[in-house]
């Protein structure tokens, strides 16, 4: 992140910290204190809770003609001399006792000045003045009135800030239907309506309404909307009734440290309860989603008194319950423990979960819980004698034990020790995974539709979606730009800040590019690419959809966003909240919070290489690469799973990996790495080649997907699949984790000599001409087969399919070489194939594919 030259030598000159109005700290616990440098300054906002809190701005006040600009890690508007700063969603959550600091608000002005009235929400930033802010006025309205069959709702932005997006949701009485939208659309399922604007009234500018391109539809029925919520707020602007408070609340057991609590479901106010909040005292012990919870860490024989309120989807809380007090237990009070558990055994497992279960153990005071063991640590703790151990990663080996625990914490030996795998991502059967090019659509005319007249999309089980960029200042992932690379591939700034939002969500598809042949409204929020993939996913339910970030020309700036713990964090925050909560920014009218959310069920890591300084020209690298990769890999797999928890699914976790053993070894702790993914996606092509530019190897051919090392070959190294495969499988990767790469596409030059090996291995010229002008050297399969009139060779001891017509010379897989690499496959137990990339082939390369994995 770029450390900011703010505010003028003339306003530090007021004081280095100048606290400036947050919000009372009796009132929400956050405070805002300014600090001016050369130029502008910043706000750092603090929280003094113990619990994170969610959501602030800080309004402020500047003199008569300056003006603030330039913000970074947020956005600022100025109306007059009235100052609104909102901050980026990576900082609008301020962690308990935390603050936003290295990402803090900044911003520079046109003069020295010092802000003044600084409010954060609503209070004065430094915690002084009143307890109580004043009420809120809603951001967002929407207005409903009638007028015969026709329907109009009116938004209204209250806020100093424009609004990005909107959407309204509301309820019909049964029989009751509406259609036929205008300046925007409907969308009716059973009694429930989405309603969603036009792109020309999609942002709504600050202090005005949607007016005169207010949204309307036809109502054909009696009755009028109910439950009406725009973005998720009743549309009347008033706050959701909080749910009830917690009834019940009791110990059901406890030790000399630890209250095991229980209580009664409370009742739900305007949304759903989300889970509940359990306090000590007046402290946040911990939180939970269900109705009971173990709170550790205390003292013996002290008396506790707890309260518990439960808190809705927007994180509204309830009155707090009845208190309970405990005391906890006197250690001197017993000092036997109980018996060891016996007969630890696994009753089930899935590719996430292991369950056991064991007999009882006995005590003189009876037992209060177990302590499942996964290795060393504790995995879980329960009353009973089942128990089932989740988070747990696809195809890896897992070894447990159980100790018993008595009121007085005494710990009993430990149980025998059962050892289990989990399964693979894929239950039965194998892996076939495709990648699709962002890029398709243009030149090769390849669209998401074209996976289905294939008959692909019926076979594949992944496709990852290609790539995503990230951003080189901010180090998140980028979305939301359509700038295309430079020319020169050795440029080595050729991807900085490039990305494609018009194929990605912006360009409309006509009916007969779109998978459901109706085209896409050219006013709907979610177009292009995505809504493809959006209806693909109606049409094969099964078929998981990850978003891929880097690529060769997309991996520079990995280093950075892998460097430290916060920058992990930051990035991968980002990642999530952009491709997988699909909070796209809006651009030509498309985009939104949500619009592309349900799309992908995980994220793709494709960094070309960690650790080694041959990939992309220009493209950032650390001998810290690989253990920063590891805790990268590793902060993915901690997030998604969060999230997940919040919407009951698991969200898959694949890379590309490379075939070298040079770059495995600078850059992939093959072990640790393998406890985050779910999928090594192993390199099994691009062992030869010559490029666009005539670099890499343009004066010998070589085969560049050859299944075993091929003894005519002159090369001082020997890339092959087998070779790959066999360095995941000796450093200890499940084969169950491990799919091999598969080219649909060929590599070729020109100018070979024969050789009297048909050009194999042999003196050529350069790049053979490509498909594409700026792609010398590389055609898709079906357009090589159908374009360069060649004589088609096997090597079968390499197991390496090649054609030669006298000048041109291509190295490819077909469905031999394809049908040879599936029974590889099958014999090693991987978990199947990877495909670079589904618009070489037009169905025949898939179709063995498939084939060969029955």
Not at 50 to 61: H, L, M, N, Q
Not at 573 to 590: M, Q, R
Not at 715 to 738: C, E, I, W
């Amino acid at each position: 992140m770029r450390k900011l030259a703010l505010l003028s030598a003339t306003l530090l000159t007021l004081g280095a910290a100048v606290a400036l109005a947050p919000q009372a700290a009796a009132t929400t616990g956050l405070t805002a204190t300014f600090t001016a440098s050369a130029g502008g300054g910043k706000y750092v906002v603090a929280n003094s809770t113990a619990a994170a809190i969610t959501g602030w701005s800080i309004a402020f006040d500047l003199p008569a003609g300056v003006t603030a600009s330039n913000p970074q890690n947020g956005t600022l508007t100025q109306t007059g001399t009235h100052v609104v700063a909102t901050p980026a969603y990576y900082i609008n959550t301020v962690a308990a006792h935390g603050n936003t600091e290295p990402y803090s608000l900044a911003f520079s002005v046109s003069s020295a000045a010092a802000p003044a009235n600084c409010l954060l929400n609503g209070v004065n930033c430094d915690g002084s003045g009143g307890t109580t802010p004043p009420p809120p006025t809603a951001a967002v309205t929407a207005q409903y009135s009638q007028s015969g069959g026709t329907g109009k709702y009116v938004v209204s932005n209250n806020s100093d800030t424009d609004l990005a997006s909107w959407s309204i949701a509301f309820d019909l009485p049964s029989g009751t239907t509406v259609s036929n939208g205008q300046n925007g659309t409907v969308t009716q399922s059973g009694t429930h309506v989405v309603a969603t604007p036009a792109y020309y009234n999609t942002v709504v500018k600050a202090h005005s309404t949607t007016e005169p391109y207010s949204l309307t539809f036809t109502v054909s029925g009696s009755g009028s909307p109910q439950s009406c919520r725009v973005n998720d707020s009743k549309c009347d602007g008033t706050a959701d009734a909080p749910p009830g408070a917690p009834t019940n609340l009791h110990s059901t057991a406890k030790t000399t440290k630890t209250v095991l609590l229980a209580w009664n479901a409370a009742t739900a106010g305007d949304l759903p309860v989300a889970g509940y909040d359990v306090y000590n005292g007046s402290t946040l012990a911990t939180s939970v989603t269900g109705t009971s919870a173990s709170i550790t860490g205390l003292t013996p024989k002290t008396a506790y008194t707890f309260t518990v309120k439960a808190k809705d989807t927007h994180g509204t809380a309830s009155a707090a319950s009845a208190p309970a007090t405990v005391t906890t237990n006197d250690p001197s009070a017993d000092t036997q423990p109980p018996t060891a558990p016996a007969n630890l055994a696994v009753t089930a497992k899935d590719s996430t979960s292991i369950s056991l279960s064991w007999s009882a153990s006995t005590d003189n005071t009876g037992v209060v819980s177990y302590d499942v063991f996964n290795g060393s640590a504790v995995a879980t703790t329960v009353t009973g004698t089942t128990a089932k151990v989740t988070g747990l990663s696809p195809s890896t080996q897992y070894t447990f034990t159980v100790k018993a625990r008595d009121g007085y914490d005494n710990v009993s030996a430990a149980s025998n020790a059962v050892t289990a795998s989990t399964t693979d991502v894929i239950g039965s059967g194998y892996a076939k995974v495709g990648y699709f090019v962002q890029w398709g659509i243009y030149g090769r005319q390849y669209f998401v539709k074209n996976l289905v007249t294939t008959g692909a999309a019926a076979k594949l089980t992944h496709l990852l979606y290609a790539f995503e960029n990230i951003d080189p200042v901010n180090l998140t992932c980028l979305s939301g730009v359509t700038k295309g690379t430079t020319a020169d591939p050795e440029d080595p700034s050729q991807g900085d800040g490039a990305g494609d939002a018009d194929a990605d969500y912006g360009r409309p598809m006509s009916a007969a590019q779109a998978v459901n042949g109706v085209a896409d409204d050219g006013f709907a929020p979610l177009r292009g690419n995505l809504n493809q993939l959006k209806e693909l996913k109606a049409q094969f339910p099964n078929l998981k959809i990850l978003v891929s970030i880097g690529g060769w020309t997309y991996s520079k700036y990995f280093s950075d966003v892998a460097k430290t713990d916060a920058s992990r964090k930051k990035f991968v925050a980002s990642c999530i909240d952009t491709w997988i909560k699909g909070n796209l920014p809006v651009t030509e009218g498309a985009g939104g919070q949500g619009v592309g959310a349900g799309i992908f069920d995980g994220v793709d890591i494709d960094w070309e290489w960690p650790g080694d300084a041959n990939g992309h020209p220009g493209n950032h690298t650390s001998a810290a690469d690989k253990a920063n990769l590891t805790a990268l890999l590793a902060e993915f797999r901690t997030e998604l799973d969060a999230y997940g928890a919040t919407t009951g699914k698991r969200y898959q976790l694949t890379a590309f990996t490379p075939a070298d053993p040079t770059k495995v070894s600078e850059g992939w702790d093959l072990p640790n790495t393998a406890k985050s993914l779910d999928i090594f996606n192993v390199q099994g092509y691009d062992f030869h080649g010559s490029g666009s530019d005539n670099s890499w190897e343009p004066h010998q051919t070589g085969d560049q997907a050859n299944l075993y090392p091929a003894t005519n070959d002159p090369y001082s190294f020997h890339f092959s699949v087998d070779g790959a495969v066999q360095t995941y499988l000796q450093a200890g990767v499940n084969p169950r984790k491990m799919t091999v790469g598969i080219p649909f596409y060929g590599r070729g030059w020109q100018g070979v000599t024969d050789g009297g090996a048909h050009g194999e291995w042999q003196a050529a010229n350069g790049a053979a001409p490509g498909q594409f002008a700026e792609e010398a050297g590389t055609r898709g399969y079906s357009n090589l087969i159908s374009s360069v009139p060649m004589t088609v060779y096997h090597n079968t001891q390499a197991v390496a399919t090649y054609g030669y017509d006298g000048n041109q010379w291509w190295t490819f897989d077909d469905t031999w070489s394809i049908g040879q690499k599936m029974a590889y496959i099958k014999s090693k137990g991987l978990l199947g194939a990877m495909i670079w990339e589904m618009s070489g082939d037009t169905g025949t390369l898939m179709t063995a594919v498939d084939s060969g994995l029955k």
